[in-house]
């Protein structure tokens, strides 16, 4: 890669400024950081496809909502799209995940305290003891 920067650097001023390579190379050397960043951490994806696959649900369900019949269910169904997605992310088996949650937050009283709704989180450490893949 610093050969690359490099080589981009010695160049860069040989090309007109508006033209195509001359454009790639200045984004180049402006996203240098960007670019490399996976390089210093090899937990770091060299893509952002687990991102953008991960968000392909919610474009499919954009086009649904078109057709909801109140912005609550709406909203409801964002929420449940997010929480799916954020539990496969997690390792988590979609489906038992919401069987466990179905199950625990039925006796749970207090919906709205934060602590409480923290522990049945994708990432808390009951949801991963009895709903991994």
């Known amino acids: 890669m610093k050969a690359l920067f490099a080589w981009v650097e010695n160049n860069i001023d040989k090309l007109l400024p508006k ?18 960043c996976y390089l210093k951490d090899g937990h770091y994806d060299i893509s952002n496809n687990t991102a953008e696959n991960s968000i392909r ?3 499919v ?4 909502w078109l057709f909801s019949s109140s912005p609550k269910g709406v ?7 997010s929480l799916l997605e954020t539990a496969k992310a ?3 088996d979609p489906e038992r995940y919401l069987k466990y949650l ?6 749970t009283a207090n919906f709205k305290d ?6 049945y989180l994708p990432w808390a450490t009951k949801p991963h003891e009895k709903c991994k893949e």
């Open 57 to 59: 649900p919610f474009t």
């Open 114 to 119: 934060a602590e409480t709704l923290d522990q």
């Open 102 to 107: 179905f199950e625990k937050l039925l006796n």
């Open 61 to 64: 369900g954009r086009k649904n």
């Open 90 to 92: 997690n390792d988590l």
């Open 19 to 36: 033209s195509p390579l001359a454009t790639a190379m200045n984004y180049l050397l402006s996203n240098r950081d960007g670019l490399t």
């Open 75 to 81: 909203k409801a169904s964002a929420i449940v799209y």
